[in-house]
Every structure is written in C-alpha cells, then in structure tokens.
C-alpha cells in the first residue's frame, strides 16, 4: 500500500510541475490524485468507517484554510473593483531605477503582509507596466517584486498560504509570527535590494499615455471607503480570532458579510445594470476558484499520506539522518523553489506534531519563514513567481540568471538572523 500510495501522490505532483507540457490544468491534476489516494488507503484497510472518520476529521480542518482563502480573495476583488489600488498607485512619480525599485519593493513588502503574496504580485506587476516602459526594466523589477511578496508574506498570519495553513493548524500564532519573523523577512528583501541599488543607474523611462485608458468613474469616497474596509477587515482578523477563540475562516466570513452590507449602502440607489460588477456576487463570481480546488486536492492527498503513517515515518528518517532541525528546515525552504510551498508545508505539518513541537516553537516559525521565502529562488517556487512569469511572460532560465542569486543571497541572510535573533533575544 505505501509504495503504491507514494506513486500515485508522485506522480501526480510531476504532471502538476510540468501543467504547461501536459496541458492539463493542474487543479484538475490535484483532484485525481487526492481522491486516488483515498481510494488506494481505503482498498487496503478494512475498517471502511475508520477510514471514512479520518476522512471527515481532516476535512475539517481543511474546509478552514479553503474558506479563509475563499474569503480572503472575495474581499481583494471587491477592492479591486472598486479602483481601491489605484490610491496607491497614482501616487508614484519617482524616476531614478534604484530609488523607484526601493518605493516599489516596500510597498510590495508591506502589502503582501495585508493581502497576500500571489495578490500582492498581481497588483505590483500591473503597477510596474504603468511606471516602466523598457521590458529589460520592467522584468527585473517584477523579479525583485517576487521576493519582496515573499518575505511580506512570510511574517503574516494572512499574508501566505503556507503562513495562514501554520496558523489556522495552531502550530503557530499571529502575534509570534509577526514579531519573530518581521526582521529575518526584512532582511530577506534589504539584502537584494541594497546590492541592486549598486547595479541599477539612470531613470526608467514611463509608458505613453493611452488617450483611450478612461478614469476611473467611481467617486474618489467610495474608492477610499471600500480600500480601507477591506485593508481593516484583513487586519482585523487575527484580533477577531484572538478574542472570540474561533477560526479565523470565521472572521474573514463576517469581515466579508460586512463589506457585502458597506458596498450594497454605498450602491443601494443605482440601477442593476450599473453596480453588479462593484458587487460581491460578482467579486465571488471572479475568484480563482481553480486555485481553491489545486489546494482542495493536494492537502487531501497529504492528508491520506498522513493517516497511512507515511509522513510519521519520514519525520523520523529525517530526524535520524539530518539530526539539526536548522538544517532540516532551511532544506526544506530550498526545496520549496522546486516542489510547491502548500503541499510541502501540509506534509511537514503531517510529519511532526504538536506534542513533538507545540505551539510557537522555533521550528515551527523557522518553517513559516524558509518555506514563505525560499521560493523565490526559482521563478516557479511560488504562486508570486508563476503569476508574475504568466503576466510579463519571464522566462525560466533569464530569471535563473539574474534573480536567483539574489533571492539566495536574501533567504540565507534572512535565516541567519532569525537563528542569530532567537539565540540572543528569545
């Protein structure tokens, strides 16, 4: 069974990794070989209504990280629509390279932490095509993007999937996350960003302006109104979670009904026609729920390697063989430049348990941090990287050249600090 099981899970993952060769969606992919992986389980065990009690277990604890993402996204659209990005977009008039990839790199940093990594790319790399003409440009700063979302992302509780998986878990919380891992996650951007700052010299030269490109025809209130509900509401949620002891799927849900009633006030005297793109069924109707499945599928087949004992069983070769959790992890984070964070992180949260680290532990936020940042390594490390090589089309290898080295130099920094910081001042 477990040599079967492992084949099926493997499998799957390759024609996951190489979606663009097989041309088949890798959510699709996700789905068969999660449900696979039941299937195989249960023909082996014969206790049929055991294995359907796991199932529903560990459906419980997924159902959490699928609606926080589910609301989390809906909220980021309706922003979205809402021209709520534009307040800060319109503001950026720098024209030096080094100063301009400064502004943009802390923005994408902090904004990453309220929204998330993938979102925050998005949004970034749509900036960038209203402030840089030149492609040479404009790719690299979409590199130097890549890992300030990243590392924003990795010292939130909402600011990665990994992150928000590790919370919702409990094997880590909001307020140790961010006061742990803002200065290692900082450093992991200063570091490519001071070395760049030596290598880029002159001004970017601006796009010309599109006489057709129209303004945005919202009032600039409502624009400011639902931008900065939505910016609170994220906020909010870990204090929500903190208060009331509930999942945090339940605050983003509230959070959600609540800027669900701000906007239907806001909107209330206008036709149909005229609001449903600036409504939430719409924004529901725009998420990307494929990625929702992919997520669905892979932490259902991590969960069938679970309960088959498979990932106990690695925990403890591991341990064995390596014996040095620091090397563990940051080998880890390497890995997840090759092999996607979420299923990574869900098969480590498998591996190891609560008894054997609890809540907070070093190891647990170590993990938070290498597997948020070492992604960046490669262009397709991340949701961040492939969104950003599937907009401005960054090939695998140019990227390989010119930002890996940097996204190294940054997630090695990073880690020393965290390793330095925890043994000097925690």
């Known amino acids: 069974m477990t040599l079967l099981l492992i084949c099926v899970f493997v499998l799957g993952y390759v024609i996951i990794a190489f979606e663009h060769s097989f041309k088949i969606n890798k959510a699709a992919t996700a789905l068969v070989s999660g449900v696979l992986c039941w299937v195989v389980y249960s023909s082996y065990m014969p206790d049929k209504v055991a294995v359907n009690a796991q199932l529903t277990a560990h459906l419980g604890e997924l159902s959490g990280?699928?609606?926080?993402?589910?609301?989390?996204?809906?909220?980021?659209?309706?922003?979205?629509?809402?021209?709520?990005?534009?307040?800060?977009?319109?503001?950026?008039?720098?024209?030096?390279?080094?100063?301009?990839?400064?502004?943009?790199?802390?923005?994408?940093?902090?904004?990453?932490?309220?929204?998330?990594?993938?979102?925050?790319?998005?949004?970034?790399?749509?900036?960038?095509?209203?402030?840089?003409?030149?492609?040479?440009?404009?790719?690299?700063?979409?590199?130097?993007?890549?890992?300030?979302?990243?590392?924003?992302?990795?010292?939130?509780?909402?600011?990665?999937?990994?992150?928000?998986?590790?919370?919702?878990?409990?094997?880590?919380?909001?307020?140790?996350?961010?006061?742990?891992?803002?200065?290692?996650?900082?450093?992991?951007?200063?570091?490519?960003?001071?070395?760049?700052?030596?290598?880029?010299?002159g001004e970017v030269e601006r796009p010309l302006l599109d006489a057709s490109a129209k303004p945005s025809s919202l009032p600039v209130k409502q624009q400011w109104v639902v931008f900065l509900s939505g910016v609170l509401i994220l906020l909010l949620v870990p204090v929500f979670k903190a208060v009331t002891h509930l999942p945090p799927y339940m605050g983003i849900l509230i959070g959600l009904g609540l800027l669900w009633v701000i906007t239907e006030v806001l909107h209330g005297n206008k036709e149909e026609e005229e609001k449903h793109h600036l409504s939430v069924v719409n924004a529901l109707r725009k998420i990307d729920s494929p990625s929702i499945l992919f997520f669905f599928g892979i932490l259902v087949g991590i969960a069938a390697l679970e309960s088959a004992g498979i990932l106990t069983d690695l925990a403890h070769w591991m341990s064995k063989t390596i014996a040095n959790d620091n090397l563990i992890v940051m080998s880890l984070g390497i890995l997840s430049a090759l092999v996607d964070n979420v299923p990574l992180v869900a098969a480590v949260q498998g591996m190891y348990s609560l008894t054997d680290y609890p809540t907070d532990h070093y190891f647990w936020e170590f993990l938070a941090y290498c597997t948020g940042t070492g992604g960046s390594t490669l262009i397709i490390g991340s949701a961040a990287g492939v969104a950003a090589m599937g907009m401005e089309e960054i090939g695998f290898f140019w990227y390989l050249k010119r930002i890996s080295f940097l996204a190294l130099l940054g997630y090695f920094a990073g880690a020393l600090v965290y390793i330095a910081e925890h043994a000097f001042f925690f």
């Open 65 to 201: 990280i699928l609606f926080f993402l589910l609301g989390a996204m809906a909220i980021v659209e309706l922003m979205d629509a809402h021209d709520g990005f534009n307040i800060i977009t319109e503001r950026i008039s720098e024209l030096k390279k080094w100063k301009l990839l400064w502004i943009v790199a802390m923005i994408t940093f902090f904004l990453s932490a309220l929204l998330d990594n993938l979102t925050t790319s998005i949004v970034m790399v749509s900036l960038l095509r209203k402030l840089i003409r030149k492609d040479e440009d404009r790719l690299y700063f979409a590199g130097i993007v890549i890992i300030a979302a990243n590392g924003g992302g990795a010292w939130s509780p909402i600011g990665d999937v990994t992150t928000t998986m590790l919370w919702i878990g409990g094997q880590i919380t909001a307020k140790n996350i961010v006061v742990k891992l803002f200065v290692p996650s900082l450093v992991c951007v200063l570091v490519p960003l001071i070395y760049s700052s030596f290598k880029l010299k």
